[in-house]
């Protein structure tokens, strides 16, 4: 059995050594975004800002979620973000830019596509203070595309390509052939 005086030096020990607690916190402006009738096809490009609410400094990742992510792209992935002074207050001084690209895709018909644009951060250059997440929610709504030749996918073009390459090969030889004289000719055969 550990004697009590030990037990208490311990707890004595453990409640002396100082915890450093820090504040982290991340905003992203704005907080929606809705875009109406956009032309599939059609790339936008918006730019973001990412502010740091906290006390001390955070690396800040942007990324896309939900139905969107498959259309979209964010440059820088990353950055690193200075706290907002204090009080906090609006123009934000220290927020970092980050462009967002939405290549809308195409098709027949209209449709809605939701998703969010994330923002998350930790606390920079440690472990230590978690992390911290916001998000915004981006709704999009696409038309088709006014031009039948931005609705054909990528393996239609290859298709009709290898077909229009097939038919003109076989037009230039028989062309070549009848040059040479050569002559095919199909005949129906008699029966006895």
């Given at each position: 059995?550990?004697?009590?005086?030990?037990?208490?030096?311990?707890?004595?020990?453990?409640?002396?050594?100082?915890?450093?607690?820090?504040?982290?916190?991340?905003?992203?402006?704005?907080?929606?975004?809705?875009?109406?009738?956009?032309?599939?096809?059609?790339?936008?490009?918006?730019?973001?800002?990412?502010?740091?609410?906290?006390?001390?400094?955070?690396?800040?990742?942007l990324g896309a979620d939900g139905a969107?992510?498959?259309?979209?792209?964010?440059?820088?992935?990353?950055?690193?973000?200075?706290?907002?002074?204090?009080?906090?207050?609006?123009?934000?001084?220290?927020?970092?830019?980050?462009?967002?690209?939405?290549?809308?895709?195409?098709?027949?018909?209209?449709?809605?596509?939701?998703?969010?644009?994330?923002?998350?951060?930790?606390?920079?250059?440690?472990?230590?203070?978690?992390?911290?997440?916001?998000?915004?929610?981006?709704?999009?709504?696409?038309?088709?595309?006014?031009?039948?030749?931005?609705?054909?996918?990528?393996?239609?073009?290859?298709?009709?390509?290898?077909?229009?390459?097939?038919?003109?090969?076989?037009?230039?030889?028989?062309?070549?052939?009848?040059?040479?004289?050569?002559?095919?000719?199909?005949?129906?055969?008699?029966?006895?």
């Amino acid at each position: 059995m550990i004697p009590r005086f030990s037990l208490f030096c311990v707890l004595l020990l453990l409640l002396s050594i100082p915890f450093a607690a820090a504040d982290i916190g991340i905003g992203l402006s704005p907080a929606k975004r809705v875009f109406h009738n956009i032309e599939g096809g059609q790339t936008i490009e918006e730019t973001y800002t990412v502010y740091n609410t906290g006390d001390g400094p955070i690396n800040a990742n942007l990324g896309a979620d939900g139905a969107i992510a498959s259309f979209v792209t964010v440059i820088p992935k990353a950055v690193y973000v200075e706290p907002e002074p204090q009080p906090h207050s609006l123009p934000i001084k220290n927020g970092k830019q980050f462009t967002v690209r939405y290549k809308v895709p195409t098709g027949w018909e209209a449709k809605l596509y939701t998703g969010q644009i994330v923002a998350s951060g930790g606390a920079a250059g440690g472990t230590l203070g978690g992390n911290v997440a916001v998000a915004m929610v981006v709704e999009l709504y696409s038309i088709p595309t006014k031009y039948f030749w931005n609705r054909i996918s990528k393996e239609q073009y290859l298709l009709t390509g290898s077909i229009f390459l097939f038919l003109m090969l076989l037009l230039l030889t028989l062309v070549y052939m009848r040059r040479k004289g050569i002559q095919i000719q199909l005949v129906k055969s008699r029966r006895p």
